[in-house]
């Protein structure tokens, strides 16, 4: 079945440090793809998707590109801050439906 | 535009007791979703609706139901708990099923089970 699997936390940087967080999917279909990230205490939020291959997602310094041929949506941002120290989770979803299957969410740290 | 509304944040019961969990989507969203996450299993797809009608569902047991309004609020409701029903019960809508549309996603119900 369909599958995401992102890498084991906590991820743990200096501020101002380049960051990726690698996410790998198995999927039938060509599934569109999306990162979320979670504060503690809230609910998720969508960081950024891509719905096709070569797709770029971004968003608030964050990117991701949808890369068919190593099916991997592997997430990065160039210089990390203290305030985006959160859970991040990859996700895919099956076309026409809603359906979200994520992978189990990377911790991330980040240190002044 | 008011987000996702979760009712209540925060639930305790005990084994064998029943819940109703309580889901209002954004406006004009008619298809909402719902997840368990738990420190366990992670997050787990449990159902989606649509125009009243459940489209999918995910892979738990039958103590676990939902039904959607034709307002598009949503409810779940967990018959019969056990410890091992302990999450946070994340609800989310959209306009409509795609993989194109962004799902909105509310703060969670927190169930306790004692």
């Known amino acids: 079945g369909d599958s995401v699997t992102q890498m084991e936390g906590p991820v743990t940087l200096s501020e101002e440090a380049f960051l990726t967080i690698n996410c790998t999917y198995t999927a039938t279909g060509y599934p569109s793809l999306f990162w979320y990230v979670q504060y503690p205490g809230e609910g998720l939020q969508l960081l950024l998707k891509?719905?096709?291959?070569?797709d770029k997602g971004s968003n608030k310094g964050f990117e991701a590109t949808y890369r068919k041929e190593t099916t991997s949506f592997h997430l990065e941002k160039g210089s990390v801050q203290v305030s985006d120290s959160a859970v991040y989770f990859c996700?895919?979803?099956?076309?026409?439906?809603?359906?979200?299957?994520f992978g189990t969410g990377t911790r991330l740290q980040v240190f002044p | 535009k008011a987000g996702v509304t979760q009712t209540p944040r925060y639930l305790i019961k005990t084994r064998g007791q029943q819940v109703t969990l309580s889901c209002s989507p954004i406006s004009g969203h008619r298809s909402v979703s719902w997840y368990q996450q738990t420190p366990g299993q992670g997050l787990q797809f449990l159902f989606e609706y649509f125009s009243e009608t459940q489209r999918n569902k995910g892979n738990f047991p039958g103590r676990f139901s939902g039904r959607q309004f034709s307002n598009s609020r949503s409810e779940m409701n967990v018959s019969t708990l056990e410890l091992g029903d302990s999450a946070l019960y994340l609800c989310a809508s959209s306009l409509a099923p795609s993989s194109n549309q962004p799902q909105h996603f509310g703060d969670g119900t927190r169930l306790s089970i004692l």
């Open positions: 891509a719905t096709k291959a070569d």
């Open positions: 996700a895919l979803s099956v076309r026409n439906t809603d359906k979200l299957i």
